[in-house]
């Protein structure tokens, strides 16, 4: 009897070790091994590097994984960082991430905007609607031969799902004011005011860096519907738009996108022997 007692205190506690301690032990160490390459990437690139990586890490309490998207902490946080940057140090900000509020990116994107110093955005996979929104604020954008960027055009709220805002206008316009309800008219009439306010916004951060023209043709492409609000725009198409976009990665940048593993459940089912792409460059 006292034996078994014996496995089961063993069972429990070695139970709580791999539920509750093992997973901080190596969040901790993950954390270790961002910092030492944001480090290295500081030095090299003489420039604050913030990451803004939304990922699934099965590390919260029971391993239950946590959607992230773009949010009012994430915009304190970089606001916070980007105000202690010095005004003659560049930014790099490191971006992974499907989107989120339209406030908190637009707040991340004029904060990025304002700072004198260089601001570099990396894209080593994706950066939609919001992500998109912060990148048109960069000087320069980073982003893998693969990686995309998105549509910006404003995603108007209803009770049941969220609806595209030039579409609205859209229906109203083909079918005529008084052949809608008066619901659709309000979601017209927030979907016009939406649609503007977002093309103002893209002006305000391209000012400076495209001429006139360019920059109607961005704000066409990407807020005004041409496309579907999950379609993903590549970087030959991002450059034919006049955008400063590069297609190499510092090799640094995979390494730490490594330390951000997807949680396990979700991940795909793919298996490889890892190499270095012929494309990373050092």
Same mark, same amino acid.
């Given at each position: ?39 290295? =990437? #500081? @030095? ?13 890490? @099965? ?6 994984? %946590? ?6 902490? &994430?915009? #304190?946080? %970089?606001?916070? !960082?980007?105000? /202690? ?5 560049? %930014?790099?900000?490191? /971006? ?23 601001? %570099? ?5 994706? !950066? ?8 048109? !604020? ?39 004011? &008084? ?14 005011? !939406? ?40 970087? #030959? ?5 006049? =955008?400063?976009? @590069?297609?190499?990665?510092?090799? /640094?940048?995979? #390494? =730490? ?26």
């Amino acid at each position: 009897m006292d034996g078994f007692t014996d496995f089961l205190w063993l069972f429990f506690i070695l139970w709580i070790f791999i539920t509750f301690i093992f997973p901080q032990i190596r969040y901790a160490s993950l954390k270790s091994a961002r910092a030492s390459i944001i480090s290295r =990437l #500081e @030095k090299a690139f003489n420039a604050k590097v913030i990451t803004l990586i939304h990922r699934q890490e @099965k590390i919260s309490l029971f391993g239950i994984p %946590i959607y992230k998207f773009i949010d009012i902490e &994430d915009s #304190e946080e %970089i606001l916070r !960082a980007i105000r /202690m940057t010095p005004p003659d140090k560049g %930014i790099m900000l490191v /971006m992974h991430t499907p989107g989120g509020l339209m406030l908190a990116a637009s707040q991340i994107a004029l904060a990025l905007k304002r700072h004198p110093g260089r601001k %570099i955005v990396v894209v080593p996979h994706y !950066a939609m609607s919001g992500g998109t929104l912060i990148a048109l !604020a960069a000087d320069e954008i980073w982003m893998d031969p693969d990686a995309v960027l998105g549509p910006v055009d404003p995603q108007i709220s209803t009770q049941s799902t969220s609806l595209p805002a030039p579409s609205i206008l859209k229906v109203v316009r083909e079918k005529g004011v &008084d052949k809608v309800s008066d619901e659709t008219l309000v979601l017209a009439d927030i979907a016009e005011k !939406a649609l503007n306010q977002t093309k103002d916004l893209v002006s305000k951060l391209l000012e400076g860096k495209l001429p006139k023209d360019k920059v109607e043709l961005v704000i066409d492409r990407l807020v005004m519907g041409r496309y579907t609000h999950d379609w993903p725009i590549t970087a #030959e198409e991002l450059k034919e738009l006049g =955008l400063p976009v @590069k297609t190499e990665l510092p090799g /640094m940048i995979y #390494e =730490l996108m490594d330390l951000y593993p997807q949680e396990s459940a979700r991940r795909p089912a793919v298996e490889y022997l890892p190499t270095t792409p012929h494309h990373r460059i050092r």
